[in-house]
């Protein structure tokens, strides 16, 4: 990790982005949006792509129907059959 630190440390930024100094960082990002539409539309295309990956992701998670199993349906704890013997016969 030491190595990661003094590799990073020439191109990290002398300026503290803290509190009311990291409004002027706002000012100029918001500055270069307005001047440059390219800019503009790489922001638009990355707030684009984050909202379909995200309801993407949100629809993958979601599981159609009730939680609870079908009445008839046996609950098993294992769905395959586990072999316990050492060789795996």
Same mark, same amino acid.
């Given at each position: 990790?030491?190595?990661?630190?003094?590799?990073? &440390? %020439?191109? *990290?930024?002398?300026?503290?982005?803290?509190?009311?100094?990291?409004?002027?960082?706002?000012?100029?990002?918001?500055?270069?949006?307005?001047?440059? %539409?390219?800019?503009?539309?790489?922001?638009?295309?990355?707030?684009?792509?984050?909202?379909?990956?995200?309801?993407?992701?949100?629809?993958? &998670?979601?599981?159609? $129907? *009730?939680?609870? %199993? &079908? &009445? $008839?349906?046996?609950?098993?704890?294992?769905?395959?059959?586990? *072999?316990? *013997? %050492?060789?795996?016969?």
């Amino acid at each position: 990790m030491t190595g990661l630190r003094a590799f990073l &440390r %020439p191109y *990290s930024t002398p300026a503290a982005t803290a509190g009311w100094r990291g409004v002027l960082w706002l000012g100029f990002a918001l500055a270069i949006l307005v001047a440059l %539409p390219q800019a503009r539309a790489l922001v638009a295309a990355g707030l684009a792509g984050g909202l379909v990956i995200g309801a993407f992701l949100i629809l993958m &998670r979601y599981q159609g $129907g *009730s939680g609870t %199993p &079908r &009445r $008839g349906t046996p609950i098993t704890l294992f769905p395959r059959t586990v *072999s316990l *013997s %050492p060789n795996g016969a």
